[in-house]
């Protein structure tokens, strides 16, 4: 399993897809950290088991188990904190300013350099819709020194994966 295996799984109608996998995963403007563990979280968020299982064969080699974990972790974390901060930010009243009173250590001490976790988790917040969250992590990574090059690149990456999920869920429901 890997990369050209989940393209070859997409329809016809999802060739524009086909090709934004490849040439996404030939992002230059991404350490190859970044770009394997943008990838990763994405897919996890993504909740697409064939989508996962096939970028973790194709990205995991080539992280180390802490970015691994790091990636994951990311994916982890922002599921829980991109409805809470969303929920926060939609609803009226005093929620945003109560203590969350939720355990984020992974955070401060995620296993990676903080640019890298903070991009993994910019890119499953976009994935996720949590503006709140999005603008919290892009001025992070940009005051680490990323361009807005960068960030799209990670973004524009969780949106091709996110629609490859889609996709192959609604082929599997049309199937079944």
């Given at each position: 399993?890997?990369?050209?295996?989940?393209?070859?799984?997409?329809?016809?109608?999802?060739?524009?897809?086909k090709?934004?996998?490849?040439?996404?995963?030939?992002?230059?403007?991404?350490?190859?950290?970044?770009?394997?563990?943008?990838?990763?979280?994405s897919?996890?968020?993504?909740?697409?088991?064939?989508?996962?299982?096939?970028?973790?064969?194709?990205?995991?080699?080539?992280?180390?188990?802490?970015?691994?974990?790091?990636?994951?972790?990311?994916?982890?974390?922002?599921?829980?904190?991109?409805?809470?901060?969303?929920?926060?930010?939609?609803?009226?009243?005093?929620?945003?300013?109560?203590?969350?009173?939720?355990?984020?250590?992974?955070?401060?001490?995620?296993?990676?350099?903080?640019?890298?976790?903070?991009?993994?988790?910019?890119?499953?917040?976009?994935?996720?819709?949590?503006?709140?969250?999005?603008?919290?992590?892009?001025?992070?990574?940009?005051?680490?020194?990323?361009?807005?090059?960068?960030?799209?690149?990670?973004?524009?990456?969780?949106?091709?994966?996110?629609?490859?999920?889609?996709?192959?869920?609604?082929?599997?429901a049309?199937?079944?």
């Open positions: 399993m890997s990369l050209d295996a989940l393209r070859n799984m997409l329809p016809e109608y999802a060739k524009d897809l090709l934004n996998l490849g040439s996404l995963a030939a992002e230059t403007l991404l350490t190859e950290q970044q770009l394997a563990g943008t990838f990763i979280a897919a996890l968020a993504s909740r697409n088991a064939v989508v996962t299982k096939n970028i973790v064969a194709e990205f995991g080699p080539k992280l180390s188990a802490e970015a691994l974990n790091a990636a994951k972790a990311s994916a982890a974390i922002m599921g829980m904190n991109n409805v809470y901060y969303r929920f926060t930010h939609l609803v009226h009243g005093d929620y945003a300013t109560m203590p969350a009173k939720l355990r984020m250590n992974v955070m401060a001490r995620p296993g990676v350099e903080k640019v890298d976790f903070e991009l993994w988790s910019l890119a499953v917040s976009a994935i996720n819709g949590c503006g709140m969250c999005m603008e919290s992590h892009e001025k992070v990574v940009r005051q680490h020194g990323m361009t807005q090059e960068q960030v799209q690149a990670s973004v524009r990456i969780a949106s091709v994966v996110h629609a490859v999920a889609a996709v192959l869920d609604g082929e599997a049309l199937a079944g």
